[in-house]
């Protein structure tokens, strides 16, 4: 403030530095560090979301080259996802040993099958006729309440319980032409998922397809032999995020076209399927057998030997093969 004396009046002058430095101030680097927050926010979401689709792409390594068709038609294959209710999906990929079950049981929650409706289970193996019956039955309820009774077909079998989860003419397991779940069947294999960790059973699960071939029949090229085994594989991945325990699978295989359902018309839907083959323990003991290192082995006739498992099915054959004995 500085005075000036006249001869009259006395002017009194105050110089304001206040609007000086409100001008010159530091509100806009505040404005400035809140963008680039927000913009540090954003590139970390897309970089969560990137990294989880390229795990998902991992299930589809055989279904992203050359000619991949819609088995045949000429529309290539879409990546994993669908709705999940969020930008980021919650649920870990599987691996050996890690499914949600564990870390369910870390946070306390339920993670019996009886969680689900409609789901009771009087035992934990499951070996005869009547057995399988009462396992038949809560699957069925099941796919019905996914809404995929029309799609599930379960049969009694001498190996144990077949489960047919198949396409119909309005509604498809999988994306045609690629290994790709559609979201009604990776709900239902997730609600499966914990029936399995309740029994002691194993299984086959074996992935078919229709008799359309693909474009491209190269010997190198994607056939419906990658695509019925990539089918299968990811079948056992939809299970496992279900809470299944790696041990309840036995054999994961494709057999293509080779045994189709619907004998008359190989192109049917029916016959696009994937097939749980719940074993009984002594089928499971069997499989395992034929592909294991073979145990004592007897001799049956000069230069052959068996390791048959079966005593009474090694004498048979060996009286078949020497007469007389």
């Known amino acids: 403030m500085t005075k000036s004396h006249d001869s009259a009046n006395t002017v009194v002058k105050r110089v304001r530095r206040r609007e000086a430095a409100e001008v010159h101030g530091g509100s806009w680097k505040v404005a400035f560090a809140d963008f680039c927050l927000a913009l540090l926010c954003l590139f970390l979401v897309m970089w969560l979301m990137a990294v989880r689709q390229a795990q998902e792409l991992q299930e589809l390594l055989k279904a992203a080259g050359g000619n991949l068709v819609d088995e045949g038609r000429g529309r290539m294959p879409e990546s994993l996802g669908g709705p999940r209710g969020s930008l980021i999906a919650r649920e870990p990929l599987p691996s050996d040993g890690d499914t949600l079950e564990p870390r369910k049981a870390s946070r306390g929650e339920d993670t019996s099958a009886d969680s689900e409706p409609g789901v009771r289970l009087s035992k934990t193996t499951y070996e005869t006729p009547a057995d399988m019956a009462e396992l038949a039955a809560v699957l069925t309820r099941l796919s019905e309440q996914a809404g995929l009774a029309g799609n599930v077909q379960l049969m009694i079998t001498a190996y144990g319980l077949r489960v047919i989860l198949h396409d119909t003419d309005k509604k498809g397991m999988f994306r ?40 491209d029949q190269g010997a190198a090229s994607i056939s419906n032999w990658s695509l019925s085994s990539d089918r299968a594989i990811a079948a056992r991945s939809y299970l496992l995020m279900g809470g299944m325990p790696v041990r309840s699978v036995l054999q994961v295989v494709g057999l293509a076209d080779r045994a189709p359902f619907n004998v008359q ?44 498992p079966d005593h009474d099915a090694l004498v048979a054959l060996r009286g078949q093969l020497v007469p007389g004995r």
């Open 265 to 308: 018309d190989s192109n049917a839907a029916e016959n696009r399927r994937i097939e749980l083959l719940i074993l009984t323990t002594g089928q499971a003991r069997n499989i395992t057998a034929m592909f294991s290192a073979p145990g004592e082995t007897e001799a049956l006739v000069d230069g052959v030997s068996t390791s048959l």
């Open 176 to 215: 045609r032409g690629s290994a790709v779940a559609n979201e009604p069947f990776v709900q239902l294999l997730r609600k499966v998922g914990p029936v399995f960790a309740r029994i002691s059973n194993q299984m086959l699960i074996v992935g078919h397809t229709d008799s359309t071939q693909y474009r």
